[in-house]
């Protein structure tokens, strides 16, 4: 009988769910929409002239999805054209992973400062996002 509990503590962390874990890491103080725009230096693209370092665009983040919205133009070294495209999204310690299935990882942004209305998220080396409410 000594041993019952130990087994009822087993079972009951063995049915804690993976969906329920991942909840925890999608903040509801990131939940809404929050408008974007990336930047880059030009300095990062040497050569490239005529071409515009910044864009706008929205991330809507929901319970267990992201939609992002991109505003792309002609001349724009993001995109030329609007794209919306939605995944699964969770932050883990100081990154933001976006994640597009379960064999098909998506972008990875570092979180460089987070406060109730702003969000500074940076990729690779010189990809620069704020997000705000």
């Known amino acids: 009988m000594k041993k019952l509990p130990f087994i009822l503590f ?23 929409t929050w408008v974007a725009e990336w930047e880059t230096p030009p300095e990062s693209y040497p050569g490239i002239e005529d071409m515009e370092f ?28 609007t794209l919306s495209h939605t995944q699964s999204w969770y932050v883990s310690n100081d990154t933001l992973f976006l994640v597009n ?6 972008m990875t942004y570092r ?20 997000l705000t409410k």
């Open 10 to 32: 087993i079972i009951v962390c063995s049915c804690t769910s993976p969906s329920s874990e991942k909840a925890n890491l999608r903040p509801s103080e990131w939940q809404g």
């Open 54 to 81: 910044y864009m706008d665009g929205r991330f809507i983040f929901n319970e267990d999805s992201l939609t992002k919205v991109v505003y792309g133009y002609p001349g724009c070294i993001f995109a030329i054209d």
């Open 101 to 106: 299935g379960p064999d098909s990882p998506g």
């Open 111 to 130: 979180v460089s400062s987070k406060s109730e209305s702003r969000i500074k998220l940076q990729l690779m080396d010189d990809i620069f996002v704020t």
